[in-house]
């Protein structure tokens, strides 16, 4: 989407240390800059010295502090769970076929080849975990940043240890810091869920299960379509966790429509609009019996729902009485708590 300057509008910035700022700007987030160089999160240099840029927001974001997972959980997923559970001992078969072994092969994999996010490494970037968490009421899981050309982020639950949350450095070159945000909590809303085990079986599928030696095939052969299924109406749940932080669809679709199409060279002339008009002609042109079958087709063996339709999905979600009646449950935060 092509960004224009506009009148300057005045934010509220929250330093890291929960001070409260003011400054004029404009609507234009900066985009997370990674490569083979460095990362940098919000961090510009001042002669020789590193500034900390902090989280800036037009108004106070929302906090949903009784939030229950069910208050945002899609139909589908609520339905593809209640099938999930029916299914005799795939709970107990998901979790002897992850097994310690294989858990300790992913654990120490994203360990060794990643960084890890905190305070004191990449701290705006946790700064945006922390405060998505907050706005869902839950604990901030650990965050790693791998290097990655393919723009991906995921979620690892392993028994006993704490979940964590992986971003490749492609997806933060694509995104805003908003969009960023965005994404951190759609991961948190699988974490609010409760998505567990069927979440981590799947998504070590879906990352290349069969580089973990001995266990890969195995875990293929069971994840069938039914685990498929209730993963892409997960996706759909989690997508409205992002709205939630986001408070904003454009930002969540925009999301999605950089994932499609997305990279940093066009990423201003990317229109959010045009994308949701794309997913409204796809509708039409898949409503017939051959675009149904068709359609069907196209994402019975994906583990994410298409782009257009979680755009359209999110779309229509933000203009609910559902959503609405959960934003008016919301507390703002004030500029006392933050002071």
Request: with cysteine; glycine share 6%; hydrophobic share 40%.
């Amino acid at each position: 989407m092509a960004v224009s300057v506009s009148a300057p509008v005045l934010f509220l910035c929250y330093h890291q240390n929960g001070e409260l700022s003011r400054r004029f700007g404009h609507r234009r987030s900066k985009r997370f800059s990674s490569g083979p160089r460095s990362l940098s999160f919000g961090v510009e240099k001042v002669g020789k010295s590193r500034v900390r840029v902090p989280i800036c927001r037009a108004v106070p974001p929302l906090l949903f502090k009784d939030l229950d997972a069910d208050d945002f959980r899609h139909p589908l997923d609520k339905q593809n769970t209640l099938l999930l559970r029916a299914i005799p001992g795939l709970n107990e078969f998901g979790k002897a076929i992850l097994g310690s072994m294989t858990e300790q092969i992913m654990l120490l994999e994203n360990i060794g080849t990643s960084v890890l996010v905190s305070k004191n490494q990449l701290s705006d970037l946790h700064g945006l975990l922390v405060e998505a968490a907050e706005i869902l009421n839950i604990e901030a899981p650990d965050l790693y940043v791998r290097q990655s050309p393919v723009p991906n982020a995921y979620t690892l639950a392993i028994s006993g240890k704490k979940p964590f949350i992986v971003v490749h450095t492609s997806l933060i070159e694509l995104l805003t810091r908003e969009e960023l945000q965005a994404v951190l909590a759609h991961e948190l809303g699988h974490l609010k869920c409760d998505h567990g085990v069927w979440l981590t079986f799947a998504n070590i599928l879906t990352l290349g299960a069969y580089t973990v030696p001995a266990f890969g095939q195995m875990i293929a052969r069971t994840l069938e379509e039914q685990l498929l299924r209730w993963l892409r109406s997960a996706e759909l749940t989690c997508d409205r966790a992002a709205l939630l932080v986001a408070q904003d669809p454009k930002v969540v679709v925009s999301v999605l429509m950089k994932l499609a199409g997305g990279c940093p060279s066009i990423a201003d002339q990317l229109n959010v609009d045009a994308f949701l008009e794309q997913a409204r002609s796809y509708d039409k042109a898949s409503s017939s019996p051959l675009g149904w079958y068709i359609r069907n087709a196209q994402t019975s063996q994906l583990s994410h729902p298409l782009p257009v339709l979680r755009a359209r999905e999110i779309d229509e979600w933000s203009r609910s009485l559902e959503y609405r009646s959960l934003l008016k449950r919301a507390n703002r935060i004030s500029t006392v708590q933050k002071a």
